[in-house]
T-cell receptor, first 113, second 112 residues
C-alpha cells in the first residue's frame, strides 16, 4: 500500500488566493482526519470524517476553511481566502477504527505571502 | 474536552543513557494512548501505543507505562542512540470520539 497520499507537498500562494489541499487515504480506512501543525499551536485536529461523513469540525478555525470527502478515496481541505497566518504544515491521516493506528501522510507545507 | 499536557519540552541526553517523557490527560474516559516520533521535515510516525486495560508495554528499547488513577502515561527509551533524536508526541483519544488529541511535543537530542 502506498500509504496516505497528500498533494501538493509544497504550496506557496498570495494572500487572498484560494488554496486546495488533497488527500487520498489508505484503501479500506474509513476514518480520515485533517491536522494542522505550527510551532505555536502544535498538532491541531481540524476535522474528521467517518465513511465520508464529517463527524466533528469543531477544530476548523474559521469559515474560510472547508473540507469535503466526496468518496472513500479522496478528501479536500480548502482555504478561501488564504491569509499569512494560515501558513503551516497540513497533515491528513487515516485509520480503520477511531481508536487505533492512525497513519499520517507526508503533509503539505503551505506558505501564504 | 480532553487536554493532554506533555513535559519536558526539550530533553538532552548522552548516547546510551535513558530518556523519559511524561504526559497527563484530563478525560477519564480516554482509553487509547499512542506515541509518535517526528523527524525534522517528516510525518509523525507511530512508535508504540497502549490501551487503558494495560499498565505497561514494551517494544525493544521503548516502553510505555500508564497510570489510569493518576491519569498519566510515560515513554521510556533505554540505551539511546543518535538516531533517536526527534520530536516525540504523546496523544490520547477520549472515549469513542476518534479524536486524537496531541501533547505539545518533546524535542529529544541524543549526544554522541
Amino acid at each position: 500500500d502506498a500509504g496516505v497520499i497528500q498533494s501538493p507537498r509544497h504550496e506557496v500562494t498570495e494572500m487572498g488566493q484560494e488554496v486546495t489541499l488533497r488527500c487520498k487515504p489508505i484503501s479500506g480506512h474509513d476514518y480520515l482526519f485533517w491536522y494542522r501543525q505550527t510551532m505555536m499551536r502544535g498538532l491541531e485536529l481540524l476535522i474528521y470524517f467517518n465513511n465520508n461523513v464529517p463527524i466533528d469540525d469543531s477544530g476548523m478555525p474559521e469559515d474560510r476553511f472547508s473540507a469535503k470527502m466526496p468518496n472513500a478515496s479522496f478528501s479536500t481541505l480548502k482555504i478561501q481566502p488564504s491569509e499569512p497566518r494560515d501558513s503551516a504544515v497540513y497533515f491528513c491521516a487515516s485509520s480503520t477504527v477511531p481508536t487505533y493506528g492512525y497513519t499520517f501522510g507526508s503533509g503539505t507545507r503551505l506558505t501564504v505571502v | 474536552g480532553e487536554n493532554v499536557e506533555q513535559h519536558p519540552s526539550t530533553l538532552s541526553v548522552q548516547e546510551g543513557d535513558s530518556a523519559v517523557i511524561k504526559c497527563t490527560y484530563s478525560d477519564s474516559a480516554s482509553n487509547y494512548f499512542p506515541w509518535y516520533k517526528q523527524e525534522l521535515g517528516k510525518r509523525p510516525q507511530l512508535i508504540i501505543d497502549i490501551r487503558s486495560n494495560v499498565g505497561e508495554k514494551k517494544d525493544q528499547r521503548i516502553a510505555v507505562t500508564l497510570n489510569k488513577t493518576a491519569k498519566h502515561f510515560s515513554l521510556h527509551i533505554t540505551e539511546t542512540q543518535p538516531e533517536d533524536s526527534a520530536v516525540y508526541f504523546c496523544a490520547a483519544i477520549p472515549g469513542n470520539t476518534g479524536k486524537l488529541i496531541f501533547g505539545q511535543g518533546t524535542t529529544l537530542q541524543v549526544k554522541p
